[in-house]
């Protein structure tokens, strides 16, 4: 892959404590947003985007006078392909840059390409439960494919990619380490993935929050790598910090962080007891379950997996609570009752 300068360059904009923010648009999804430290000896970087972001990358970084070259350290929130897939290019083009990120990820990832292979299965397996319309599933996961052919296409154009996954430091629960001019402390929060930690600068009460909120809503891949349970866990204990400041990687700073945390988890209970009065009413299936909760819209910017896993979550929650029994149809699609 070419690295070259896109027609629109995004800027890298201070944001205070003495944090830059790139935003970076991707084919799939919300745009990014990259954190940087401008350090004595480098930049410090958490998260670095989506494989094809890399042209957008270095474009902003030339903005301020630096280069990709000027990368000394990535921290990585977590595995997802639009957080850490540039990382399989960036080695070639920053190598000098230290990778960091949790301690099982390197392990449990290996292979990116082939773990992201897993991934793309999983989401039809997904689809194949929600959608009973032979002719609506056959297109939606035709959709899927085009948009993972896409990436896997980026990988294959550069010869300068390794799709083997590298940490250079790992990280666990708790640890501190100072990384460029900054002392961190990582707090392991698993939910929306099973690896996804939460860097935070102690002295400014600075937390880095990956996909753990986005504005007021959540993301659990339940059939991929996320758990309910271990989120519910997991904001219980970000609400015992002592958090001034929340910076998400997809939109905008979370303004009241507490106030917000508490409402993601009271929206969780409200999605909860709406799947309950639905089924009281009828079985019905994922898919509309879904539309019920969140709505239609969300069929369009690629949100449909994270809609469709966070709805299954909570029935998954629901059958082995005993309220629910799943009715499996030879397809593999699911209809859904209310044990009376």
């Given amino acids: 892959?070419?690295?070259?300068?896109?027609?629109?360059?995004?800027?890298?904009?201070?944001?205070?404590?003495?944090?830059?923010?790139?935003?970076?648009?991707?084919?799939?999804?919300?745009?990014?947003?990259?954190?940087?430290?401008?350090?004595?000896?480098?930049?410090t970087l958490i998260d670095s985007?989506?494989?094809?972001?890399?042209?957008?990358?270095?474009?902003?970084?030339?903005?301020?006078?630096?280069?990709?070259?000027?990368?000394?350290?990535?921290?990585?929130?977590?595995?997802?392909?639009d957080h850490i897939s540039s990382s399989l290019v960036l080695k070639s083009y920053a190598p000098k840059a230290v990778y960091y990120g949790y301690r099982a990820m390197q392990d449990g990832v290996g292979n990116?390409?082939?773990?992201?292979?897993?991934?793309?299965?999983?989401?039809?397996?997904?689809?194949?439960?929600?959608?009973?319309?032979?002719?609506?599933?056959?297109?939606?996961i035709s959709e899927s494919r085009s948009g993972w052919v896409n990436f896997y296409s980026k990988f294959q154009e550069t010869k300068k990619g390794?799709?083997?996954?590298?940490?250079?430091?790992a990280i666990d629960h708790n640890d501190s380490m100072e990384i460029g001019d900054r002392l961190f402390r990582f707090i392991y929060t698993p939910g929306h993935n099973l690896y996804h930690i939460t860097p935070v600068i102690q002295e400014s009460g600075v937390y880095f929050s990956g996909d753990l909120i986005i504005a007021n809503l959540t993301a659990i891949y339940s059939e991929m790598d996320g758990s309910l349970g271990d989120y519910y866990f997991t904001l219980s204990k970000l609400l015992e910090e002592p958090i001034k400041r929340l910076l998400p990687a997809h939109g905008h700073e979370i303004e009241d962080p507490i106030r917000t945390i508490t409402l993601v988890k009271k929206t969780l209970s409200i999605l909860e007891k709406g799947v309950i009065r639905r089924l009281r009413e009828s079985p019905s299936d994922l898919l509309n379950l879904m539309e019920a909760a969140i709505g239609k819209k969300v069929h369009n910017g690629g949100h449909l997996p994270t809609a469709l896993g966070l709805i299954y979550s909570i029935i998954k929650k629901l059958v082995l609570e005993g309220l629910i029994r799943i009715e499996k149809r030879d397809s593999g699609y699911e209809i859904f009752h209310l044990k009376e």
């Avoid at 793309?120 to 689809?127: R, S």
């Avoid at 390794?162 to 430091?169: A, V």
């Fill in 1 to 43: 892959m070419i690295v070259t300068t896109p027609k629109k360059v995004p800027p890298m904009e201070e944001i205070g404590d003495q944090i830059y923010k790139i935003v970076l648009p991707q084919p799939f999804y919300a745009p990014n947003n990259i954190y940087l430290f401008v350090d004595n000896d480098g930049l």
């Fill in 112 to 140: 990116y390409l082939d773990s992201m292979r897993l991934f793309e299965q999983a989401t039809e397996d997904l689809f194949t439960v929600a959608f009973g319309d032979p002719a609506q599933l056959e297109k939606i």
């Fill in 162 to 169: 390794d799709p083997i996954l590298r940490i250079d430091k």
């Fill in 49 to 81: 985007g989506y494989i094809e972001s890399v042209p957008m990358l270095q474009a902003s970084l030339k903005t301020r006078g630096f280069s990709l070259r000027d990368i000394k350290n990535i921290i990585y929130t977590h595995n997802h392909l």
